[in-house]
């Protein structure tokens, strides 16, 4: 086996690789791991992934992955989104067959047909959402399935000594809450019934999948002692995160994926927050900024102070100002799920806002109706395309008019003019190069850069004078990428106001003109891409803010000085 | 982790998804097969019940198509199964199971009967007067039948009340409470049987070539229009697209500045004033005067087996409304004359309505029959 | 947080609810007021016993339903298979009896009849729902429709019309001592041995669905289906059970409906089970999809039933017409109130083990 270093090195990597080498040479009689030598280190290793490959038709998501985790360690496997984490431990749960490549448990390969198998061989899978059934209690989320039965019916007794001993085994607190149903509890509890439910099966190995996404920072803290406790008792974790500190205070060990592949593996207590957040997005850029020629004018859209709540209730949006001027791309940059889809939404009229002000062209549009907002000129391209974006069933012509059914020449009254919606798909289809070039084609049987393009082009037809994008390239080929990034900078040099989400860092670097990181519904801070470095910006998706960079890149920052930044490469 | 009050809605939603999910064709050879094999299955049923169902296939033709008189009968039956059929078509196209167009059907005629009978003393006698009535109750019928079916539209939209179950109890109350004010108040003093008084004999539609007093070509004419005007609607207008959009994809209509629970109380109300000139045509073409609507046809439920059948679509309509009106009036020739009741028609509707429900059986026959029924 | 701000709280988000329930007290408030009604005259021992007796097959099929439903599939067709259940009674009944005088014994026999009969016929209906991923509301509807059209033509095959003769009902037993109580003695041990089953009935389905396995199993089968996947219990499986027992259970219900109180089968209009299928849907909803509150619901769609009667026994003239409509409209009210209730969050999906 190649040792990990055979990805796109850099001298982070190597440096990482060298820490991890003088690791290993402090440890006794360690192999690096992935290179397998027999069964004689079975012992060591609960669970050893052997160059698996797992490919999603065309998409790579996990090419030839190495990764070994030592018996009651934390192992920590920390990626941006779409990096492969979730693809890797679901192969390793079971959920997917790799394509190629070896998992092992305690030494022996095992091929898991199903999570069931998984459990069975004592591996447990704590998920994002969680496998409880709400309106059950947590005994009977436990033992669902394994119930202890006594003359026909369920023996509660039996199973609540169960889980007490089991609580008292790890330190639990959960023996409080067995009758109480799951759904009364907080996440905090219903993660820990979660981990209580694998032990009660036996379960040796726990993958916990970005366990700290959903807590407050004391339920962290709480999760910690839990892990810490159930290493102590032998049992071996996978800690998959995009949080790097956390990486480093619990684990032992990080193994940092970037586009399916392994960049490395370190000890924890040999490297930095630094050199992981380079790691980790740290890559060669594929596209260069460029020089932008026109300044950006008068502000577009001011948001102040908006609060925003989604369906359960919680505040997702907590208190956002920002301004979006003509002619400047806006990025807000972030980890998934810390408020930009409610943001979002709030924008563009699906959602109403908690309180706060959004300004558009100096007219309160926050009490608009999607539609009036459509019709006053905000665009949106959608972050889930198959939901919203397209309708799948219609052909491409139908699909032109979604959102354009009040829009002239396209409506006429109450009547809709498909002579024209026909023209005008046909028009974005030549101009956005989407094939195939056939108006009456399914929009489902569209590859997904085909549908996305599609997309951008009836959105940017309509002339807005702002346009929210969300994650614009999400599934979409390079080729379209490139296409779609030249037609924002289209729209931005020709004086629209672009509102860019994405939680892929290069592509708010390379497009935006002030980026604002977004983490648990605030801006940790809006600054000017050029005067910051990825590591800076990794460090702040991870909450932390930078106390370098961007200090002048607030909403108030003078035109002239981006059009500065833009001449002057760095 | 997710859940509450909106699963239900999402289930329905998921429901009409699947509904709509089959190609064209697949549509078409699944309506065929299904008619078939219920016909197929009815027939058994009549042997298996010692009946002769050589005889009984040939009856039910008969009674459909056999002379000029069946034919009034089956294209007056039909005309009705249309305009119901529509009126079901429209509010399933939008993924609103709408099971009330009987009671929005029964409300729209009662309108339309105290509307002829309020005015008539009003107006003038003869043709113009009754013109105008019959337009004046038609208009009233539009608005009652509307009203009522926007009814469980704002329960389903604004309480999340399953329209399902509430259109079916309001059928039950609109019976109810049109029998209760017809036997309390306007039964002529002195009869016995739940009667309205007649409509003046200038209030009707001439009978043209079939001779028939139940049976007008103007009443067929209404319901063709009124399948043109859905048609155009849900074909030509924002408002048909906004509507059909929801059905298919209600986060995508969302998205286009649909608002979802606005759309399912126009949806509905567009649906009940359908259902509401049905009523109308009912009151004004087949009966003359109005009674007990327990003693009804249930065109209404019929109906949604026409539109199962067409696959929610109005043009598709008025070949599934034709066939239904010819398998009503097959059956109840066959209730008079062979002593096979006539129930066993409304067996058999079921059976098609059960088949279509199930696309997946056929796709599975198809695959193992080599018939090419599976997709792609 | 404290009860008062809760309720408030909950007042805030549910302003249609509260507002709807307020409404609701005024206007029987009002009718109280404006009909004289004597209150006291109407809450008798003999308004509880026929309100229990109209209950039965309610409660019955609202039982099976709420299985069905807790499991994930949405039975709607309830109403149809009460039809069946109605028909096959009364007809096991005749049949047995060779078609002369219906004795007890046929009866009982007609009971198991339907009970057989449902059964099989929601084996069919599970095949499509559960394995052939049928449309859940369609489908039940099209049992609806099946049951209307079978029904009657099934009746007329047997007894040349619509209906049935006039048949007896299962009749009272009365346990001695026991009951001489007061009022416990008339309402349960002086009563229709219908009653017991269907109070039996209730109880073990409370047991099964709370405190055995088989009930943990359907609860997590309708609510989050991969969780008891993952745990390695088959949910179409737990699905079918739940199906058949709502199937049987409404049988069960018609047949209590036909030969228990009706006096035979009657197939004219909707059919003597007249939304009661329906109504059985929304008792449960009502009640929580909790066994005991789907029977304490069916008991006031039950007393609703009685009204009549009662208003009757007691010199209110109200037409009948209307007093009948009240089941239907409590029903309208109740649905768009309990719009907090907890539907199972699977209901409607069909689940695929490779997914």
């Known amino acids: 086996m190649s040792p990990p270093t055979e990805t796109n090195a850099d001298a982070a990597e190597t440096n990482a690789n060298s820490s991890e080498t003088k690791a290993n040479s402090s440890e006794t009689n360690a192999d690096a791991p992935g290179e397998s030598e027999g069964a004689t280190d079975a012992a060591e290793y609960a669970v050893e992934l052997d160059g698996i490959t797992k490919r999603f038709g065309d998409v790579v998501a996990n090419d030839g992955v190495d990764m070994a985790v030592e018996r009651g360690t934390v192992h920590a496997l920390v990626g941006e989104n779409g990096a492969g984490k979730t693809t890797l431990m679901s192969v390793l749960y079971g959920l997917y067959r790799p394509d190629e490549g070896e998992v092992r448990i305690d030494g022996d390969p095992v091929r898991f047909g199903s999570p069931r198998d998984a459990i069975d061989a004592g591996v447990g899978m704590i998920h994002q959402h969680f496998q409880l059934v709400d309106p059950m209690t947590v005994t009977q989320n436990v033992v669902l399935g394994h119930e202890p039965t006594a003359s026909g019916l369920v023996d509660e007794a039996s199973a609540r000594a169960d889980i007490e001993s089991i609580c008292s085994t790890y330190g639990f607190d959960v023996d409080r809450y067995l009758d109480t149903r799951v759904e009364q509890l907080g996440v905090g509890v219903q993660q820990r019934v979660e981990i209580i439910k694998s032990l009660y099966r036996g379960a040796d190995v726990l993958i916990l999948d970005e366990p700290t996404a959903v807590l407050t920072p004391n339920e962290v803290t709480a999760l910690f002692d839990v892990m810490n406790q159930l290493t102590e008792q032998g049992r071996s974790l996978v800690f998959i995160t995009h949080k790097l500190e956390e990486a480093l205070e619990v684990a032992d060990r990080v193994t940092v994926l970037r586009d399916g592949a392994v960049v490395g593996t370190v000890e924890a207590d040999a490297t930095t927050r630094g050199e992981l957040a380079r790691m980790m997005v740290g890559r060669d850029v594929l596209f260069e900024r460029r020089p932008r020629e026109t300044a950006p004018g008068h502000p577009a859209l001011r948001v102040s102070a908006l609060r925003v709540r989604d369906d359960r209730g919680l505040e997702q949006v907590r208190g956002v100002d920002f301004t979006v001027r003509e002619g400047e791309v806006f990025g807000v940059a972030g980890v998934e799920g810390n408020g930009q889809s409610e943001l979002v939404e709030a924008v563009t009229g699906l959602r109403a806002a908690e309180s706060g002000g959004i300004e558009f062209d100096g007219d309160d549009i926050a009490g608009l109706s999607r539609r009036e907002r459509i019709e006053t000129g905000v665009a949106y391209v959608p972050e889930d395309r198959q939901e919203r974006g397209i309708v799948g069933e219609y052909d491409l012509v139908r699909n032109a008019a979604l959102g354009n059914q009040t829009i002239e020449p396209y409506a006429d009254g109450w009547f809709l003019d498909w002579g024209a919606i026909r023209e005008h798909a046909d028009a974005i289809i030549d101009e956005y190069d989407v094939q195939p070039a056939d108006s009456e084609a399914e929009a489902r049987s569209l590859s997904g850069g085909n549908q996305q393009k599609f997309i951008v082009g009836r959105e940017l037809e309509r002339a807005p004078r702002l346009l929210v994008a969300s994650h614009p390239t999400r599934g979409v080929d390079i080729g379209s990428i490139e296409f779609i990034h030249d037609r924002l900078r289209e729209m931005r040099d020709a004086g629209v106001a672009v509102l860019l989400v994405s939680s892929k860092l290069d592509e708010v670097q390379l497009l935006s003109d002030r980026t604002a990181v977004m983490f648990e519904g605030e801006f940790v801070d809006v600054v000017d891409p050029d005067d910051v470095t990825e590591e800076q910006l990794g460090l702040m998706m991870a909450g932390e803010t930078s106390g370098s960079g961007g200090t002048e890149a607030e909403s108030d920052t003078e035109p002239g000085a981006v059009e500065t930044d833009g001449e002057g490469e760095p | ?376 | ?355």
């Open chain 3, 1 to 355: 947080m404290s009860a008062s701000s809760s309720a408030a709280d909950y007042a805030r988000r549910n302003p249609l609810t509260v507002g709807g329930a307020a409404l609701l007290v005024v206007v029987a408030a009002a009718f109280v007021v404006a009909f004289d009604v004597p209150l006291a005259d109407l809450l008798t021992v003999g308004t509880l016993q026929r309100s229990l007796r109209a209950a039965m097959p309610i409660a019955l099929a609202a039982v099976g339903g709420l299985y069905a439903e807790k499991s994930g599939v949405f039975n709607i067709g309830l109403e149809g298979f009460m039809i069946f259940g109605a028909l096959t009674g009364a007809a096991g009944a005749w049949l047995a009896s060779g078609g002369d005088s219906v004795g007890q014994a046929d009866l009982w026999v007609g009971i198991l009849a339907a009970v057989v009969v449902c059964t099989l016929l929601t084996v069919g209906f599970a095949v499509l729902t559960v394995t052939f991923e049928a449309d859940q509301i369609v489908a039940g509807l099209a049992v609806w429709f099946l049951g209307l059209g079978f029904g009657p033509f099934t009746a007329t095959v047997i007894w040349g019309g619509v209906s049935s003769p006039s048949l007896p009902n299962v009749d009272d037993v009365t346990v001695p001592l026991l009951a001489d109580l007061p009022v416990v003695g008339e309402l349960l041990f002086d009563t229709s041995p219908l009653l017991w089953i269907t109070v039996l009935v209730v109880v073990v389905a409370w047991v099964v669905l709370y405190r055995t396995r088989y009930g943990y199993w359907v609860q997590a089968a309708g609510e989050n289906p991969e969780a008891l996947d993952t745990a390695g219990v088959d949910v179409n499986r737990v699905r079918y059970a739940a199906v058949v027992v709502s199937g049987a259970l409404a049988g069960l219900g018609g047949a209590v409906l036909s030969v228990g109180i009706g006096s035979g089968f009657t197939g004219t209009g909707v059919t003597m089970v007249d939304g009661r299928g329906w109504i059985a849907i929304v008792a449960y909803l009502f009640g929580n999809y909790n066994p005991l509150g789907a029977f304490g619901a069916s008991l006031l769609f039950g007393a609703m039933d009685m009204l009549q009667i009662q208003f009757q026994t007691i010199g209110v003239s109200l037409p009948g017409s209307i007093v009948g409509l009240f089941p239907y409209v409590a029903v309208l009210v109740v649905l768009t109130l309990v719009g907090y209730t907890r539907v199972p969050a699977a209901v409607g999906e069909p689940y695929d083990t490779e997914q």
């Open chain 2, 1 to 376: 982790m997710s859940g509450t009050a909106g699963g239900a809605r999402a289930a329905l939603d998921r429901a009409a998804d699947r509904m709509v999910d089959a190609t064209a064709v697949e549509r078409f050879v699944i309506a065929v097969a299904s008619t078939a094999l219920a016909l197929a299955f009815g027939a058994v049923v009549v042997a298996v019940s010692g009946y002769d169902a050589v005889e009984f296939m040939s009856a039910l033709l008969y009674g459909a198509v056999g002379n000029l008189q069946n034919v009034a009968f089956t294209l007056r039956q039909s005309t009705m199964l249309v305009l119901a059929g529509v009126a079901v078509a429209v509010a399933f196209r939008a993924g609103v199971f709408n099971i009330g167009v009987q009671g929005q059907f029964v409300v729209g005629g009662f309108a339309t009967t105290l509307t002829i009978l309020f005015l008539a003393p009003h107006l003038p006698r003869g043709t113009v007067g009754g013109v105008l009535l019959m337009l004046f109750g038609t208009v009233a019928a539009v608005i009652a039948g509307g009203a009522y079916a926007a009814v469980p539209g704002v329960m389903k939209a604004y309480a999340d009340a399953n329209e399902v179950i509430t259109t079916i109890m309001l059928n039950f109350i609109a019976n109810g409470v049109v029998f209760y004010l017809i036997d309390g108040s306007l039964r002529p003093p002195g009869t016995s049987s739940p009667n309205t008084p007649s409509f003046p004999d200038y209030v009707g539609l001439p009978p043209f070539a079939f001779g028939s007093s139940s049976f007008s070509v103007i009443g067929l004419g209404v319901a063709l229009l009124a399948v043109a005007v859905v048609y155009v609607v849900v074909a030509r207008t924002g408002f048909g697209y906004d509507l059909v959009t929801s059905g298919y994809q209600e986060s995508a209509a969302a998205y286009s500045g649909v608002d979802p629970k606005r759309m399912v109380v126009a949806t509905m109300t567009f649906s009940g004033m359908i259902a509401g000139v049905c009523g109308a045509l009912f009151a004004i073409m087949i009966l003359g005067y109005y009674t007990d609507p327990a003693t009804f046809p249930r065109f209404g439920f019929d109906a949604i087996a026409v539109s199962l059948l067409a696959a929610n679509n109005p043009l598709g309509v008025v070949p599934a409304g034709l066939l239904f009106g010819g398998l009503d009036a097959g059956g109840q020739y066959i209730g008079f004359t062979l002593d096979v009741p006539a129930e066993l028609i409304d067996g058999i509707v079921g059976i098609v309505v059960l088949f279509v429900a199930t696309p997946e059986l056929f796709r599975i026959a198809g695959r193992f029959g080599g018939l090419g029924g599976g997709r792609e």
